[in-house]
């Protein structure tokens, strides 16, 4: 009963697109999962129902069993719907602010908070008194 009841993974892979060598299918499961389905967008299109999904899903595999690399397949894809297809962005000149953004806003933060800490710490002596303020001052006191 309790097999029934606990979670199993909803993989959206129909058994007509399965291919029947275990070695490519495993591949095209592998690269499917690191394609972004186009409509439901935070899933992949191995995780998708969607028919945009399926597609990409035969197309992956026809990729695959016409010889196609791993990184043949993806570059294939990515031609066609660009960078965001992938679930985790390359590196490249493009996604190097991406990437270096957190690093750079918090490097900057640390060192403001840390000149802010440094300008705090430093005992100030007063400023002098002007005679001006210090005749009003002692005008004030003789005043009592």
């Given at each position: 009963?309790?097999?029934?009841?606990?979670?199993?993974?909803?993989?959206?892979?129909?058994?007509?697109?399965?291919l029947a060598d275990p070695r490519l299918e495993e591949r095209a499961r592998g690269l499917s999962a690191q394609l972004r389905c186009m409509v439901c967008q935070n899933?992949?299109?191995?995780?998708?129902?969607?028919?945009?999904?399926?597609?990409?899903r035969i197309l992956v595999r026809e990729r695959l069993t016409d010889g196609d690399?791993?990184?043949q397949v993806i570059d294939y894809v990515v031609s066609r719907y660009g960078e965001f297809v992938l679930l985790k962005p390359?590196?490249?000149a493009r996604t190097l602010l991406l990437w270096g953004?957190?690093?750079?806003?918090?490097?900057?933060?640390?060192?403001?908070?840390?000149l802010m800490a440094?300008?705090?710490?430093?005992?100030?002596?007063?400023?002098a008194l002007t005679p001006e303020e210090q005749a009003?001052?002692?005008?004030?006191?003789?005043?009592?």
């Amino acid at each position: 009963m309790l097999i029934f009841l606990t979670p199993l993974p909803a993989l959206a892979v129909n058994p007509d697109e399965i291919l029947a060598d275990p070695r490519l299918e495993e591949r095209a499961r592998g690269l499917s999962a690191q394609l972004r389905c186009m409509v439901c967008q935070n899933q992949s299109i191995d995780d998708s129902n969607a028919e945009l999904a399926r597609d990409l899903r035969i197309l992956v595999r026809e990729r695959l069993t016409d010889g196609d690399t791993d990184e043949q397949v993806i570059d294939y894809v990515v031609s066609r719907y660009g960078e965001f297809v992938l679930l985790k962005p390359r590196f490249s000149a493009r996604t190097l602010l991406l990437w270096g953004a957190p690093a750079a806003l918090l490097l900057i933060g640390g060192l403001i908070l840390l000149l802010m800490a440094r300008g705090r710490l430093q005992a100030r002596a007063p400023a002098a008194l002007t005679p001006e303020e210090q005749a009003r001052i002692n005008e004030l006191l003789d005043k009592r």
